[in-house]
């Protein structure tokens, strides 16, 4: 290694980095950014708006924490900044790779405001998605990648959780745990 | 022996208090207002066959003959939460409000942290501990199944719980929903009755009594502490309060529930316990057809007419 690639990196271990063990609030806005690699504050927001049509005023009243690289909580709460616990609020959304993915529990709470990228599901293909399955639906013209999924529960269309959309083919991506069998309701 | 013998003394009618604990107790669910009111919850029920009965004394508990209370639509949306009837009564009785700051000092697996959320709107800050993570981790995935954001999830012994992670050091409400020998559960749990012993009653008693004490400490002067169990034993219950108000600086509140209850018991195998105590509830198993429960409501900064100045509607 050379002198100069040593000290670069001895400047490197000197910035603040990302810590696993603790939450941190994210900065507000990019020029705010003191850890490397961390979202900030306005650039979740504006995703949330870019994705999904989710105005910034939905989430005005919460907070955003990093805890993990790239996890994002949301929470609605006092907390000290950094702060040592086990869970501030719920997983939210994973950041810190090419295309965030919103978690399945952030859509089901929040989605309901969601005016793009939602793919409503008739029962039959709700109750495959619920159970984990991937299906064809080729007949969906919008973007490709992370989709909001919803069926219409008692006139009403309500989230169900993520979909993966590649190739005329709808990927569920609800996690093992939360998998369900449930009859399909007509 | 059979523990639910000791508690034949104090009940007024033994055959029908043994016979309800020889009865198994229906499934349960909870509507979790933060996601969908009772109506909406209905509407799904009904749209989807779901069989339900309702609760007279709560709109938002539906009683499920069917059982199965995890495969249906609005269990997965997070609509619902499986809880027993007599489990939601703490909340009731701790009354929290939006944007308060509230301790739930044993909180998993949450069923009563998320009861407490929705009661608050999710707004405010809800303080979730239990010295258990392997418990802890059933209480983040019940949260975030019903769409909780107001909570912070703590992992340490209540006894000397530490405000220091936190952004304040005073409770507006603590909740005690103790560890405690459980007999009160018999009816889902007949098990609890074989593995009962009095050795572990005079331990898990003590240890009620550190967690009670350092919640009373840990809630400003004027807030509110509930005490509740799933036992009748006067040991883990009346015993914990007698203690605690002798120590601290609190006293026992009137309160109200919506279901028919027995006062707190002043006297038990040659021991006496404050006047006091009467104004805490006891619930048997055959006065409501319900579990066994046992609940308490503390003023903190102890000078209160006895009253429960809130009014608590229940
Ligand atoms: C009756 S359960 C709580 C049920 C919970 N409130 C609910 O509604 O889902 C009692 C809990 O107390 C916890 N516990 C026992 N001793 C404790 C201690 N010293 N500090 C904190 N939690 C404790 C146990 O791990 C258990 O989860």
């Known amino acids: 290694m050379s002198d ?51 105005g910034e005023g939905v989430f005005e009243e919460y907070g955003f924490w990093e805890k993990g690289a790239g996890k994002i909580w949301v929470f609605n709460g006092e907390a000290t900044d950094p702060s040592e616990v086990e869970a501030v ?68 269309s309500v989230p169900i959780g993520v979909g993966l959309y590649l190739y005329d083919e709808l990927r569920s991506v609800v996690p093992k745990g939360s998998r369900a069998d449930l009859p399909v309701v007509e | 022996m059979n523990p639910l013998d000791r508690y034949e003394s104090l009940v007024d ?26 109506d909406r919850v209905r509407e799904a029920f009904d749209e989807s066959g779901v069989a339900y009965e309702p609760v007279d004394w709560h709109d938002g508990l539906f009683r499920l003959p069917d059982g199965n209370p995890g495969g249906n639509w609005p269990y997965v949306h997070g609509w619902t939460h499986g809880q027993e009837e007599v489990s939601v ?73 530490s405000t220091k ?59 509110t502490v509930v005490y509740s169990t799933c036992t009748f034993a006067p040991e883990e219950n009346e015993a914990v309060l007698d203690h605690v108000l002798a120590n ?15 006062p707190g018991v002043t006297e038990w195998e040659g021991e006496t316990y404050d006047e006091s105590v009467t104004r805490a509830k006891r619930i048997y198993p055959h006065r409501n057809d319900t579990g066994g429960f046992f609940c308490a409501k503390l003023r903190v900064g102890g000078e209160g007419d006895g009253s429960d100045g809130e009014g608590v509607a229940a």
């Not at chain 2, 006293?251 to 027995?262: E, I, K, N, Q, R």
Request: aromatic share 6%; hydrophobic share 40%; with cysteine.
């Open chain 1, 4 to 54: 100069d690639a040593a000290a670069a990196g001895e400047a490197a271990s000197d910035a603040p980095t990302n810590d696993g063990q603790q939450f941190d609030r994210l900065p507000e806005t990019p020029a705010d950014r003191e850890v490397q690699g961390r979202a900030s504050r306005a650039e979740v927001l504006d995703w949330w708006a870019e994705r999904f049509g989710i």
């Open chain 1, 89 to 156: 609020g719920m997983t939210f959304l994973r950041t810190r790779q090419e295309h965030w993915k919103p978690t399945g529990r952030a859509v089901s709470r929040f989605g309901a405001h969601a005016t793009k990228n939602v793919i409503e599901l008739d029962p039959e293909q709700a109750s495959r998605f619920a159970a984990g399955d991937d299906q064809d639906i080729p007949e969906w013209d919008g973007d490709w990648g992370y989709l909001i999924a919803t069926h219409e529960v008692a006139g009403e």
């Open chain 2, 13 to 38: 009618d033994v055959d029908a208090f043994r016979a309800a604990c020889d009865r198994s107790l229906p499934s349960v669910v909870r509507a979790n207002g933060v996601a969908a009111s009772p």
């Open chain 2, 89 to 161: 009564l703490p909340t009731l009785a701790l009354d929290p409000r939006p944007g308060e700051r509230v301790w739930d000092a044993c909180a998993a697996p949450g069923s009563k942290t998320t009861q407490i959320a929705d009661a608050m709107d999710d707004e405010g800050t809800v303080v979730a501990n239990d010295n258990n993570l392997g418990r802890l981790s059933a209480l983040r995935h019940n949260a975030e199944r019903l769409g909780i954001t107001n909570t912070i999830v703590t992992n340490q012994d209540a006894r000397n719980f």
């Open chain 2, 165 to 223: 992670p936190l952004a304040f050091d005073e409770f507006d409400r603590a909740l005690v929903d103790a560890p405690c020998s459980c007999e009160g559960t018999c009816r889902k749990n007949p098990d609890v009755l074989d593995q009962w012993t009095l050795d572990h009653v005079h331990a898990v008693a003590g240890i009620q009594k550190g967690v009670l004490a350092r919640a009373v400490q840990a809630t400003r002067p004027g807030g």
């Open chain 2, 248 to 262: 601290e600086d609190c006293g026992l509140v009137a309160f109200d529930l919506p279901l028919d209850t027995d």
